[in-house]
């Protein structure tokens, strides 16, 4: 049946290519500006830009909100790592009465203002199960599942664009590692994703699996709420100050980065540092031989920025310890042979990417990690008007940068081509 129908709207779009004047086909959208996958910061920022470029698009986002990753699987102290000026989307700053660093409900808020201002409606609870670059059309073709109405059962429909602009980002998917006894340990063991705040953990033995920031800021919040808490720690880390002589450590960075070459400044930030944190080495947290910029540059490792939990690591309120071997009933066995008894494991092991699940070429994403094969700056267009927003690893400044870039490109190209030039009553031809 679905063959029949795509073969009876190739033959309705063979008659009008230029997608004018296409007749309606029951469960097919003719969209004749870019559709976008997700409504996260990324989505947002490239809808808004398209906007000022005067293109319409249809933002298609999985869950009933937009930036579902801040709304739905975010614990409650998370703040803004970063100064909110280097976290601003594109054409609207964070309003001025807000602080130097946002926290969650403040940047949910934000993200909610701008898509009022610049009139983005996603299509929510749409969930896109595959897309694919039709070569006889031109187009693509994006097929997606509606969960609304389930009562009814589900609904599919099949979008066809001819630019189609990925911006599900790098975390897309819980990543939760296998470990030998997680069936016989009988404690909860969560993924930060489902941790809202330590106060479900108070006065519990709680082991933080992962030493990135939201590791090292869940160990912060299980202190401040009488758990105590326990750090894995398998690798190499570097912890910087969050802010230097009255900077920002990023701000300075950046600053400094414009006149100096990236491995002074990495001298410079880890003198600061051992400065001002002191030798973390003497408290389990080995530096990498690579500087934190360096290493952020090379494979996209970002520092953590100390928001009080070193101070709780040199009092012993948070302990240390090595990769886990084992776990047993109750209890971790860790690498160097000691066993502890733990009544929580929080896995703090980040997220993915999951474009290859539903997206089928071969060029752009790599099937091994989600992300665009070409290397920042050049990972965000890929052929056959294919687009890439939020995996530069580069947080929200590589977002909006991605953004820009892409409303730009499909700018010059409708300019060049007056014909593609849509409605402004409504992107859906068809519906």
Same mark, same amino acid.
């Given at each position: 049946m679905?063959?029949?129908r795509? =073969?009876?709207i190739?033959g309705?779009?063979?008659h009008?290519?230029?997608?004018?004047?296409?007749?309606?086909?029951?469960?097919?959208?003719?969209?004749p500006?870019?559709v976008?996958?997700?409504a996260?910061p990324s989505?947002l920022?490239?809808? +808004?830009?398209?906007k000022?470029?005067g293109v319409?698009?249809?933002v298609?986002e999985r869950?009933?909100?937009i930036?579902?990753?801040w709304?739905?699987?975010?614990?409650?102290?998370l703040?803004?790592h970063l100064?909110r000026?280097f976290?601003?989307?594109?054409?609207?700053?964070f309003?001025?009465?807000?602080?130097?660093?946002p926290?969650?409900?403040?940047f &949910?808020? /934000?993200?909610e203002?701008?898509?009022r201002?610049?009139?983005i409606?996603p299509?929510?609870?749409?969930?896109v199960?595959?897309?694919?670059y039709?070569?006889?059309l031109g187009?693509w =073709?994006?097929?997606?599942?509606?969960s609304k109405?389930?009562?009814?059962g589900a609904?599919?429909r099949?979008y066809l664009?001819?630019w189609?602009v990925?911006a599900?980002?790098?975390? +897309?998917e819980?990543?939760v590692?296998?470990i030998e006894?997680?069936?016989?340990?009988g404690?909860? &063991?969560k993924?930060t994703?489902l941790y809202?705040?330590?106060k479900?953990?108070?006065g519990k033995?709680v082991?933080v699996?992962?030493c990135?920031?939201?590791g090292m800021e869940?160990c912060?919040?299980l202190?401040?709420?009488?758990?105590?808490p326990s $750090?894995v720690?398998r690798?190499t880390?570097?912890?910087l100050p969050?802010?230097?002589?009255g900077?920002?450590t990023f701000g300075?960075?950046?600053?400094?980065l *414009?006149?100096?070459?990236m491995?002074?400044v990495?001298?410079?930030l $880890?003198l600061?540092?051992w400065l001002i944190?002191g030798?973390?080495?003497?408290?389990?947290?080995n530096r990498p031989k690579l500087?934190?910029l360096?290493?952020?540059?090379l494979?996209?490792?970002?520092?953590?920025?100390d928001?009080?939990t070193?101070? *709780?690591?040199?009092?012993?309120?948070? *302990?240390i310890?090595?990769?886990?071997?084992r $776990?047993?009933?109750h209890?971790v066995?860790?690498?160097?042979?000691?066993?502890?008894r733990?009544?929580a494991?929080i896995?703090?092991?980040g /997220?993915?990417?999951?474009?290859?699940?539903?997206?089928k070429?071969?060029?752009?994403f790599s099937e091994?990690?989600?992300?665009p094969r070409q290397?920042?700056?050049?990972?965000w267009?890929?052929?056959?008007g294919l /687009?890439?927003?939020?995996?530069?690893k580069?947080?929200?400044?590589g977002?909006s940068?991605? +953004?820009r870039?892409?409303?730009?490109?499909?700018?010059?190209?409708?300019?060049?081509?007056?014909s593609?030039?849509?409605?402004?009553?409504?992107p859906?031809? &068809?519906?």
């Amino acid at each position: 049946m679905e063959h029949c129908r795509c =073969r009876e709207i190739e033959g309705k779009l063979s008659h009008d290519h230029k997608g004018r004047a296409v007749s309606s086909v029951p469960g097919f959208s003719f969209v004749p500006g870019p559709v976008i996958v997700g409504a996260g910061p990324s989505g947002l920022a490239t809808a +808004a830009c398209l906007k000022e470029k005067g293109v319409e698009s249809v933002v298609l986002e999985r869950s009933d909100c937009i930036a579902s990753l801040w709304q739905r699987k975010t614990y409650d102290r998370l703040r803004l790592h970063l100064p909110r000026r280097f976290c601003e989307l594109p054409l609207m700053g964070f309003p001025r009465d807000f602080p130097e660093y946002p926290d969650k409900g403040e940047f &949910i808020e /934000y993200l909610e203002s701008y898509a009022r201002r610049f009139g983005i409606c996603p299509r929510f609870e749409e969930t896109v199960e595959h897309a694919e670059y039709d070569a006889l059309l031109g187009l693509w =073709r994006v097929r997606s599942m509606s969960s609304k109405g389930e009562e009814r059962g589900a609904r599919t429909r099949t979008y066809l664009c001819r630019w189609l602009v990925v911006a599900t980002g790098e975390n +897309a998917e819980a990543v939760v590692p296998e470990i030998e006894g997680m069936e016989g340990f009988g404690e909860v &063991i969560k993924h930060t994703s489902l941790y809202r705040s330590g106060k479900e953990f108070e006065g519990k033995r709680v082991l933080v699996l992962g030493c990135g920031n939201s590791g090292m800021e869940v160990c912060l919040d299980l202190c401040n709420h009488n758990a105590m808490p326990s $750090l894995v720690v398998r690798d190499t880390v570097h912890v910087l100050p969050r802010e230097m002589l009255g900077w920002s450590t990023f701000g300075l960075s950046m600053w400094l980065l *414009k006149w100096l070459p990236m491995h002074l400044v990495d001298r410079f930030l $880890l003198l600061m540092s051992w400065l001002i944190l002191g030798d973390t080495a003497r408290f389990g947290l080995n530096r990498p031989k690579l500087g934190p910029l360096q290493l952020k540059n090379l494979n996209g490792k970002t520092p953590v920025l100390d928001v009080g939990t070193l101070a *709780k690591i040199k009092s012993g309120a948070i *302990k240390i310890r090595p990769g886990i071997r084992r $776990l047993r009933h109750h209890s971790v066995e860790f690498a160097d042979g000691r066993i502890e008894r733990f009544d929580a494991i929080i896995l703090a092991t980040g /997220y993915k990417s999951i474009v290859p699940h539903w997206l089928k070429e071969g060029k752009m994403f790599s099937e091994e990690d989600g992300l665009p094969r070409q290397p920042f700056p050049n990972g965000w267009k890929g052929g056959n008007g294919l /687009y890439a927003v939020g995996f530069t690893k580069r947080g929200l400044l590589g977002a909006s940068a991605d +953004a820009r870039k892409i409303a730009e490109d499909i700018g010059r190209e409708m300019a060049r081509n007056p014909s593609l030039q849509q409605p402004s009553s409504s992107p859906l031809l &068809i519906s």
